[in-house]
C-alpha cells in the first residue's frame, strides 16, 4: 500500500539541534512535527552526501543553477533551468529506484555514478520517453516534475540519491510522502519543492522550464508554453539542501565539529 502524502508545511516544519559528535542522525534532524516516534527503526537518515566525491558538489553548482541577492538584499533567489521530465501522482520509490540496486554504496564514487544510471528505470513501459537515453549513465533532464504523493512506498535513502546522482537537481510535485522529502532535505541532493496546482497534467517531458525559489514568491515558468505555476517556499529546508545536507548543515553551522 502507498505511503500517505501529507501538507508541505508538514514537511517543512523541522529544526536543527546541537548533538554530540558520536551521536545519531536522529539527534541532528529534530522534527516539530514527526509522522512516528522518532526512535522508530524505519526513521534513520545515513549521511551520504558528505562523504561523495567532489563531482557531485560541482555538478549542482553547474550553469543550471544560479543564486541571486536583490539589490537591497533582502532575499536571496535559487534558480534552476533546463529540460523536464513529467511523471504521474504515487510515483514511488521501487520505480524511482528498484531494490535490487539498493546494495550500491554512494560513498563510492563509481558506485555513485552507476546509481544514478538506474534512476527511473522502475517506471512502467506506458512512459515512452525514459528518462536516462540508452548508453548513458547521467540524464538530460534536470528538473522531475510530478503529481501527489511523489516518492511513496518503502523508506530508502538511494531514492533521492540516485535522482541527484542522475544529474536531477529539483522534483516538484504536488505533495510528497513524508519520508521521501525528509531524505532529500537529510541527504542534499535534490529540492523537494511543492507545487500549488498540478503542473504536471500541462507540463511535458522535454519542455524547458525554470524554477524560481525565493524566501516568499516562488514559481515554475514554462518557456515552451509560455505558463507560469506557483509554489510553495521551500522554507527552513532550503539553507540545509543548500549546505549538502544535515551533516554538512551542521558542521558549516558549528553544530557539530568540521572534519
Not at 118 to 135: C, W
Request: glycine share 8%; proline share 7%.
Amino acid at each position: 500500500m502507498a505511503a500517505a502524502a501529507t501538507t508541505f508545511s508538514e514537511h517543512s516544519a523541522f529544526k536543527l539541534v546541537s548533538c554530540r559528535p558520536n551521536s545519531s542522525s536522529l539527534t541532528a534532524f529534530s522534527s516539530l512535527k514527526l509522522p512516528f516516534a522518532a526512535n522508530s527503526p524505519n526513521y534513520s537518515f545515513k549521511a551520504w552526501k558528505s562523504q561523495l566525491n567532489p563531482q557531485r558538489h560541482h555538478r549542482i553548482t553547474s550553469p543550471l543553477r544560479s543564486t541571486t541577492t536583490t539589490p537591497d538584499a533582502a532575499s536571496t533567489v535559487t534558480t534552476f533551468h533546463g529540460l523536464c521530465y513529467v511523471v504521474g501522482d504515487n510515483i514511488d520509490t521501487d520505480q524511482i529506484i528498484p531494490a535490487e540496486y539498493l546494495t550500491l554504496v554512494p560513498s563510492n564514487p563509481v558506485e555513485y555514478e552507476k546509481l544514478g544510471s538506474y534512476a527511473l528505470i522502475g517506471l512502467p513501459s506506458s512512459y515512452e520517453t525514459r528518462f536516462i537515453d540508452p548508453g548513458e549513465i547521467k540524464s538530460k533532464y534536470s528538473i522531475v516534475i510530478g503529481g501527489d504523493n511523489f516518492g511513496c512506498g518503502s523508506s530508502r535513502e538511494h531514492a533521492p540519491v540516485a535522482l541527484g546522482a542522475s544529474g536531477v537537481a529539483a522534483v516538484v510535485a504536488e505533495s510528497y510522502a513524508r519520508i521521501f522529502f525528509r531524505n532529500s532535505v537529510a541527504t542534499g541532493e535534490v529540492y523537494p519543492v511543492e507545487s500549488e496546482g498540478k503542473p504536471c497534467k500541462e507540463c511535458k517531458t522535454g519542455d524547458v522550464v525554470t524554477i524560481e525559489l525565493g524566501e516568499s514568491d516562488s514559481k515554475l515558468i514554462n518557456h515552451t508554453s509560455g505558463k507560469e505555476y506557483k509554489l510553495k517556499p521551500i522554507g527552513d529546508a532550503g539553507p540545509v539542501i543548500e549546505a549538502g545536507g544535515i551533516f554538512a548543515y551542521a558542521r558549516k553551522t558549528g553544530m557539530i565539529p568540521s572534519r
